[in-house]
């Protein structure tokens, strides 16, 4: 069965100092991995995606992410971050192997406080 | 830049009610998806929808859930007899055929269900 895990409920960061948000996944086929955030009030927007390829990957507003196959690991991070950068964010996996239309089995979510 | 959209934003309904969502997924996508979030807790598959039909659904999607594309643009969620726990925020999404955006699923904004 999939499943992703999301081990921290909370992460708390210095604005200006790196930030690192964890996720790991399991899936029976190839991994296809992504990172969404979500806002008060609004609905998911995403941030960036490993599918194949390079396994450091860039997205959305200075984000990044690594994908880590022995370690099953997709953890998102940020060199710098804003006060901005405050919301909740999602890892996703969906198995790569069959069908365009695979469901994302989403993680529990990990709230960013960026403290000034 | 394209966008999913849902309406309407909140929906407040009697227990036992029907209610419909509806959803305009991005306009040359071929997968459509919903998912939904109870309050405080992670995003949910329910269902996947392409060639006009159910491709895969959760054990949520019971047989008090269908869904429709009646037209070319929209794609609908109804809920024929609604229960106090189906209170949550739902969520469309669409994803392409082919392209730099194969696999990623664009989500609408949600709406809101209350059930009272």
């Known amino acids: 069965a999939q499943s992703v895990a999301q081990p921290e409920d909370q992460v708390n960061v210095a604005e200006g100092n790196p930030l690192t948000v964890k996720c790991t996944y399991s899936v029976s086929g190839n991994p296809y991995l992504f990172w969404y955030v979500q806002y008060p009030n609004r609905g998911l927007q995403f941030l960036l995606k490993?599918?194949?390829?390079?396994?450091l990957v860039k997205g959305s507003y200075g984000f990044e992410a690594e994908f880590n196959k022995s370690q099953t690991s997709f953890h998102l991070k940020k060199p710098s971050a804003l006060v901005s950068d405050s919301a909740l964010y999602f890892c996703a996996v969906r198995d790569g192997s069959s069908g365009g239309y695979n469901k994302l089995i989403f993680g529990a979510g990990t709230r960013l406080a960026v403290h000034p | 830049e394209p966008e999913v959209t849902q309406t309407p934003s909140h929906q407040v309904t009697q227990m036992g009610q029907e209610v419909i969502l509806r959803c305009v997924p991005i306009?040359?996508?071929?997968?459509f998806y919903w998912y939904r979030q109870i309050l405080g807790q992670k995003v949910e598959f329910l269902v996947s929808?392409?060639?006009?039909?159910?491709?895969?659904k959760s054990e949520i999607f019971d047989d008090q859930f269908s869904v429709e594309r009646p037209d070319g643009s929209n794609f609908t969620l109804k809920i024929r007899s609604t229960k106090l726990e189906d209170s949550a925020m739902y969520f469309c999404?669409?994803?392409?055929?082919?392209?730099?955006?194969?696999?990623?699923?664009?989500f609408g904004p949600g709406t809101r269900l209350t059930v009272l």
């Open positions: 999404a669409s994803s392409p055929p082919a392209g730099v955006s194969y696999n990623e699923q664009f």
């Open positions: 306009s040359n996508h071929l997968y």
């Open positions: 490993y599918i194949t390829g390079d396994n």
């Open positions: 929808f392409y060639n006009n039909e159910i491709s895969e």
